[in-house]
């Protein structure tokens, strides 16, 4: 099949699941006029949420510092290093003053490849736990914005405009299963000005940012 052609039959896939997901939605009662006025579905900006979070930059941030002095911290370590691999030269290869130095260079390199490594590991896990503190409140935050005004489902969907001369964001567009939506049934900016709201409010509490809590 010609690469045309695989677009055209993705091009009518995705009109094709459009229409039959707007047909369950008029099914179900889903009115132009919006969640407020007591729509069934509602839809939330999963990716707006996280860029424009108050707790997920502070914790980000604070992870980068640290991520920034680990770095320098490995540099400092690495340029040591390399001062005493230069006295290498003072020595004659062979003598024990040169194995001797040899094998410390070897040792320290050896432990600072592994003290690397595990931190680029720490580093990851920290990252891992901050996404899924903050998607927990997102949930938390919905699932009582939902309760309270009667909603049925919340769908995650993707606001972002797409870029007519980038192949990839064409394509992405091309995949977002909601074609079509009306205004008010975006939820995203009640739920991130809620979370923020909460963040400060916590904050201003405790006199402090918050910490990440400790990982089980």
Same mark, same amino acid.
């Given at each position: ?39 069934? @579905? ?167 940012? @918050? ?6």
């Amino acid at each position: 099949m010609s690469k045309s052609r695989i677009w055209i039959a993705w091009i009518v896939g995705v009109v094709v699941t459009g229409l039959l997901a707007a047909d369950l939605a008029a099914q179900q009662g889903v009115r132009s006029v919006g969640v407020r006025s007591g729509s069934d @579905i509602a839809l939330l900006d999963i990716s707006v949420i996280f860029k424009n979070n108050t707790r997920f930059k502070q914790h980000m941030a604070d992870l980068q510092a640290d991520m920034q002095r680990a770095e320098e911290q490995i540099k400092k370590e690495r340029d040591s290093l390399r001062a005493l691999s230069e006295r290498l030269n003072d020595y004659k290869a062979g003598t024990l003053e040169y194995k001797q130095l040899e094998e410390e260079i070897a040792k320290r390199s050896a432990d600072l490849n592994v003290r690397f490594q595990l931190q680029k590991k720490e580093f990851a896990k920290t990252e891992a736990r901050i996404y899924h503190m903050i998607y927990q409140e997102i949930q938390q935050e919905v699932d009582a914005f939902a309760q309270a005004n009667g909603i049925a489902a919340v769908l995650k969907f993707s606001s972002e405009a797409a870029d007519g001369d980038n192949p990839d964001s064409v394509l992405r567009d091309l995949n977002k299963p909601v074609i079509w939506y009306s205004r008010g049934l975006d939820i995203t900016p009640i739920i991130l000005e809620s979370l923020n709201r909460r963040a400060l409010q916590q904050s201003d509490l405790r006199g402090g940012p @918050i910490n990440l809590p400790p990982r089980r």
